[in-house]
């Protein structure tokens, strides 16, 4: 893993600016190499975003920004912006972003989304006010509040009692064994749930 004390200034520019690349690949060694910068990274994260014209750029942005959003204004804030985006797929992680966070004043911004043409954007919004108001952010997935489905971004985030011999959890600490997913990953409305490894979820048939 690469060493935090030898990535110049110079040399994170270059890698985020990697992120916006069509290559998956590229992009993937590119935040293997910034991952370890953790929260400091997320700065970078955020003045990126609104120059990135690729939507897959902008997905990275955000994607790597969840796990910090409780602890980062410079996350939350990139968040709010995202929520305006032009892919789908960025608004549902913008929306993840919001959720994970509990913050009560992202709720003005998501309920402005609620009305959004794009059925699957105005299910996220809705889901994401759901999980602050409850002050739990497995509501983002288990959007029945089947209490079996859990949505685990950092270490403590799943139920200690939590078992199963088919659980896959992420999108960022997933454990040795798990599935760690691509920050495209298809939205989990896509496609069924026992063929998706978004969640962490008990008696999958």
């Not at 990275?60 to 797929?89: K, M, P």
């Not at 069924?192 to 008696?203: E, R």
Request: proline share 8%; charged share 20%; glycine share 4%.
């Amino acid at each position: 893993m690469p060493s935090t004390a030898r990535i110049s200034e110079e040399r994170i520019k270059e890698l985020v600016s990697t992120l916006d690349s069509k290559s998956s690949l590229d992009r993937e060694a590119a935040w293997l190499e910034l991952k370890p910068l953790g929260i400091e990274a997320v700065p970078h994260l955020a003045r990126a975003y609104p120059q990135f014209r690729r939507k897959e750029g902008r997905l990275e942005c955000v994607f790597h920004s969840i796990r910090f959003a409780r602890v980062s204004e410079n996350a939350f804030q990139l968040g709010l912006t995202a929520l305006n985006d032009r892919a789908t797929l960025v608004r549902y992680r913008a929306c993840g972003l919001l959720a994970y966070s509990l913050r009560l004043d992202a709720i003005p911004k998501l309920s402005a989304l609620i009305s959004h043409e794009d059925t699957l954007t105005a299910a996220d919004a809705r889901a994401a006010i759901d999980a602050i108001e409850h002050q739990n952010h497995h509501y983002f997935v288990d959007r029945n509040h089947s209490g079996s489905t859990f949505w685990d971004v950092n270490p403590g985030n799943i139920p200690p009692n939590f078992s199963s011999p088919r659980s896959q959890v992420a999108p960022e600490n997933a454990p040795v064994g798990a599935a760690s997913l691509p920050s495209s990953w298809p939205h989990p409305l896509h496609v069924f749930l026992s063929k998706f490894p978004y969640f962490s979820k008990k008696n999958i048939p």
